[in-house]
């Protein structure tokens, strides 16, 4: 049974940074590429960040580009997003999202994690 489980969000302030992780299990994870997205309220689901299943590509959104970073330990089975300089508009659930390196859609989900950014 696949597994993708997330961890590390919580209520941070603007400016401020947070390391989620995503712990994979019932796959091998050298054949996914990896993403994060996020679901602010109201609005739908949106890309953040993806990155291959070697670590060597990544891709960012726009609206994080420069301020958030993914990386991925394979041999640990988890993948990591690390938010910085974080404003209320990166308040939202963040989920992350496995699809297979030769496929376009992503398969398997986590069930979130809250990042919220007040003061």
């Known amino acids: 049974q696949v597994q993708l489980v997330e961890s590390g969000g919580g209520l941070v302030q603007p400016g401020g940074s947070l390391r989620l992780s995503c712990a994979a299990s019932?796959?091998?994870?050298?054949?996914?590429?990896m993403g994060w997205f996020r679901q602010a309220p109201g609005k739908e689901r949106e890309f953040a960040v993806s990155?291959?299943?070697?670590?060597?590509?990544?891709y960012y959104a726009d609206s994080v580009k420069g301020r958030f970073a993914i990386s991925r330990d394979n041999a640990k089975n988890t993948v990591y997003l690390h938010l910085n300089s974080l404003n209320a508009d990166d308040t939202a659930v963040y989920f992350c999202?496995?699809?297979?390196?030769?496929?376009?859609?992503?398969?398997?989900w986590g069930q979130g994690t809250q990042v919220t950014v007040s003061s």
């Open positions: 019932g796959l091998t994870l050298t054949q996914f590429d």
């Open positions: 999202a496995a699809k297979f390196w030769f496929r376009d859609e992503y398969v398997y």
């Open positions: 990155i291959s299943r070697n670590g060597g590509s990544t």
